[in-house]
């Protein structure tokens, strides 16, 4: 136990990167002390050890959302909306018909990117449907489905400076969101090329992407396609402009699931092997990334890259 809390520690500090004090977020962010705490108690791994048992005992499944994750999950009206959650509720559906029950009530609970980990660990959240990365490190403390995203990191600027590659980065201040792999890319690339970049954490992508669009960062690096959906939903698009080089390889999203829990990870993937298969992926792609989506009819058009057919002709697990 003793090996798994000091692993559990590291990670999770590799992970968080650095949490800026405040107040909880409407997501239901708490203080990092108490929920790494919680994600190293022993009882943690048993919680999440069986989660069918327990969704077929209590009839409900507990999914983790994002406030402001556009496409992929996010809230419009009180409702929790995007790509990731129409799969997840398509893989409950799953769920149900492998239980036989007669219904299962889904219950959404706020994670932002410094809690994700913490709540699928200590068995307080089934499924985390939004737009997680998936990694070797981060394979230590959850399962992942396979693949239904696949994205890499670039960085947004506003248009009028000028800003297209790494080197531009150089000497300016530049921000990304707690918990994220973007912002460990981007302290490697500081320190691998000399860049003297002044690095900036902030809580969530949005307040990032406020801090670009009122010039207190020059950049925020983040998964390309999270970028996009930031840019369209703004006010004035045509004022920023997204990187044309990477910052990283191309790397895929996942379904978070409770770690060891290999029968809920196969039932899940089962799921979504039919979803890919029968071209339900299909539709719901068109509808959030070729369509106008809430809550301003704003339309992505960004036709499925090469490499995410791939991944839905030939599902597996990812690894890196």
Known sequence: MLTRISSLRIVLERLRGRIIPGRPSRAGTVAFSSILLAALLPSAGAAAADTLAKIAATGTIVIGHRQNELPFSYVVDDNVVGYSTDICLRIVEGIQRELRLDSIEIVYMPATTATRFILIGNGSVDMECAATTNNAERRQLAEFSYPHFVTATRFVSKKKDGMDTIADLAGRSVVSTTGTVNIEQLNELNRTRNLNISVILSRGHKEAFEMVAAGSASAFVMDDILLAGLVASSPTPSDFTISSETLSRPEPYG????????????????????????????????????????PTGQNLNLPMSADLKAAFANPQEYED
Do not use: H
């Not at 409770?258 to 792609?285: C, H, Q, T, W």
């Open 255 to 294: 379904i978070l699931m409770p770690p060891g829990d290999l029968a809920f990870k196969d039932l899940v993937n089962r799921e979504m092997r039919r979803i890919f298969e029968s071209g339900e992926i299909n539709a719901i792609y068109e509808k959030w990334f070729m369509q106008p989506v809430p």
